[in-house]
DNA sequence: CGGCATCCAGCATGATACTG
DNA sequence: CAGTATCATGCTGGATGCCG
């Protein structure tokens, strides 16, 4: 019994298994979803390419490590553009794909319904000073 | 530098800080990206109220304490509502909420661009060892 | 500046057994 | 049928140190 418009969009999708065990959307989205990488997508959301000490600035808390795997992650994924100068010192800038923006308005749309709702009437930027 | 509508709403929600360390939205984002909520929400994105047994045959895999787990948080939450029948044997039902359905047509949407994305012209998304 | 290698801890998840 | 309790584990993510 499909009604919703929603279940016709997965049906339409992913066809009547729906999605079983072994599915590599799943995985997909574990890498979309994960800890950091919605931090560094909504970083770069307003189109200007950021520095590696940038982004580590923007996404309070990160380490060297996962910033470094995060971002290989979303690299090699199509989301990010990564960019470097072969220079002394070296200049590495990373920024949206085409892909990347897309994903990041769906993410940021996720984000910002959680957020209204995890906070219920409260305004989100209330708790959010460093 | 602010140009895109994204991060226009970004600021919007959560203000110059983005969201820093300890926003709860993060926890939130975390529990409705979980293993299996996305799994458990799709099942029941096309209205019908589901039992126990049928959404543990659609979320393929899944163990009964996740399943319990899953289900807890996500009425927690105010996604899900269970409706339990006092009977013998019991009869519980599970279907969505207005939120719910609300939320999982976000994910539905984040999945199916992701799938599209990791299925597509793409690399396999060479899996980040760890 | 922009990383990578190694080791380690905590938590999400899993397996198994039991119950009203 | 619809769970809970207990124990085990694997993987994400963190701390630290090193390098071109």
Not at 20 to 35: D, F, G, K, Q, Y
């Amino acid at each position: 019994m499909r009604v919703s418009a929603t279940s016709l969009r997965l049906a339409a999708a992913f066809g009547e298994g729906v999605y079983t065990e072994n599915c590599p959307t799943r995985e997909a989205l574990t890498r979309v979803t994960s800890r950091w990488a919605p931090l560094l997508l909504a970083a770069l959301s307003d189109g200007e390419p950021l520095r590696w000490n940038e982004l580590r600035h923007r996404a309070s808390g990160i380490t060297d490590k996962m910033l470094s795997q995060t971002l290989r992650t979303l690299e090699a994924d199509g989301y990010v553009h990564r960019d470097a100068r072969p220079v002394v010192p070296p200049h590495v800038e990373y920024s949206l794909t085409p892909d990347g923006v897309e994903l990041t308005e769906r993410l940021v749309d996720l984000m910002i319904f959680v957020s209204n709702r995890a906070l219920g009437s409260a305004p989100a930027a209330t708790r959010l000073a460093d």
